[in-house]
């Protein structure tokens, strides 16, 4: 194969590593900003690309394909790895029995997220390899790097990406896919069966792993240092701070980070001679911890010379760095309106909260998905969000403390990930809510993606298909509704109504398509 480049953004060339290192299995669960490595591996692999009802059940489908012995990529957001953290924790005791590399895309800035949680100390808690890309380049690489340090050392490894690196474009040299691991069953239960009478031992196989897990770094070549003579101002930094960073590279030395763990004893070399030395990493002060314990000098997060908060970004770089800068700003003979995300004209979702306004509920609580934009005005239809599927378990402790006329309002797609449980869950323990299910067909708020209730898989193709009513019913709800939030509002209201004034666990599903996948399929 002729050498060819592509201009492919980083989640593209993170599927497009994948593909070269030969895997078997791409599972993820949709999440921005990881949505689109699935979606890319879905038209570009002729092998199985797929999307799991959650995390966890995606990262336990990996780990059951490394134990038929072939390589698989498990991708999802940060919160994502919330859900997963399970079987993630319990792998890295365990151990995979072919390469497993699990993405996590981090949210600096909560573009389109609940919170900006910074992966790496969960990698740090799991005591597993990290490796961190500052362009598209790197992230094929480097997924090509963790499948072979996973076999290597039998261990999950995560590559953490971040918004501005999974959506950023940049050259890709394209290569030859190796050729896909042949099946092989391995049967280890001292290495497979998480029981106490193995665990102690796996920890400590873990533990023993952690000085060679270092030797590995330091020969990976990820871990650079850039320094010019005279220089006596350094930045240590990582990931796509480091592109940031390079733009400094004629007054400031630079320590590139790029595999955890790494030997800390490359911060010592680094910063001595330097009189000033400034941390530049999205994220929490991860770096910045390690390297305080090294130097008085530093810089950064958890020294105040940063925010603690947000995005760094390039202009927050030179604001910090050169001194009496300012950002440039363009005079305007208006300023320009706020842009804040708002919903779709003509969203079912849109005819559904007027419905249920109507129905002067005490309390609704809202979920994660486009729906919880009807938190904003003129709606102000939700009281609460707070994470996938927890919209039917606080609700569900609202009603359990004396609280009547309670709602939770989910997703067709939030429910399958991890509200069915909690709707158990409000049955079981007798609670008086009404769980409103929102079905658009389509994880909307991420791009469209398919469901198991579509019956639609990653590539397009028929797959099983889950029937909500019937899911409820077996769930043991008291009853159920099925009706379109476009006809007849005010039946809709009143059936609202009646369900909140009834005792038990009560579901109406309001149902109609995302009203930009109606539009998609007529084109």
Known sequence: ???????????????????????????????????????????????????????KVALEMAIGATYAGKRALCTMKHVGLNVALDPLMTAAYLGVKAGLVVIVADDPGAYSSQNEQDTRYLVNFAKIPCLEPSDSQEAKDMVIKAFDLSERFGLPVIVRSVTRVSHSYSPVIINEPKHENPT??????????????????????????????IEWSNESGLNQIFKKRGQKKGIITCGVAYAYAAEFSDDFAILKIGAYPFDERIIKTFIRGLD????????????????????????????????????????????????NYSIPTIQLDAPLPGRPPVMCQGCPHREFYKSLNEAK???????????????????????????????????????LQGVNGVVAVIGDSTFIH??????????????????????????????????????????????????????????????IEVFSPYEDKEKNTATIKDKLNSKGVHVVISKAPCILSARKKKA
């Not at 194969?1 to 895997?23: H, K, P, V």
């Not at 530093?298 to 910090?320: C, F, N, Q, V, Y």
């Not at 469901?451 to 639609?456: C, L, R």
């Open 276 to 323: 000033e030395i400034w941390i530049l990493e999205e994220g929490y002060p991860f770096i910045e911890d390690i390297a305080l314990k090294y130097s008085k000098k530093i810089k950064g997060r958890r020294s105040g010379h940063i925010d603690m908060e947000g995005e760094l970004g390039t202009e927050a770089l030179r604001r910090h760095l050169i001194p």
């Open 184 to 213: 092989r069953i391995i049967k280890d239960p001292p290495t497979m069966i998480a029981v106490p009478s193995h665990v102690i031992a796996c920890h400590k196989r873990l533990n023993e792993k952690q000085p060679k897990l």
């Open 418 to 479: 991890s509200g069915i449980t909690s709707l158990i869950s409000a049955v079981y323990n007798k609670a008086n809510i009404l769980v409103a299910i929102l079905d658009n067909s389509a994880v909307a708020m991420t791009g469209h993606q398919p469901t198991p209730a579509t019956g639609v898989t990653a590539k397009g193709e028929e797959g099983g298909k889950i029937d909500l009513v019937e899911l409820c019913k077996a769930c043991g709800v008291d009853s």
């Open 361 to 399: 509920p005490t309390f609704v609580a809202g979920d994660i998905g486009c729906y919880t934009l009807g938190a904003a005005p003129p709606l102000k239809a939700l009281d609460t969000c707070l994470c996938m599927g927890a919209s039917i378990s606080k609700a569900a402790g609202m009603s």
């Open 1 to 55: 194969m002729e050498m060819q480049r592509q201009l492919l953004s980083g989640n593209e060339a993170i599927g497009r590593g994948a593909i070269e290192a030969g895997i078997s299995l791409a599972v993820g669960y949709p999440g921005t900003p990881s949505t689109e490595i699935i979606e890319y591996l879905a038209r570009h692999f002729s092998g199985q690309a797929m999307w799991a009802a959650n995390e």
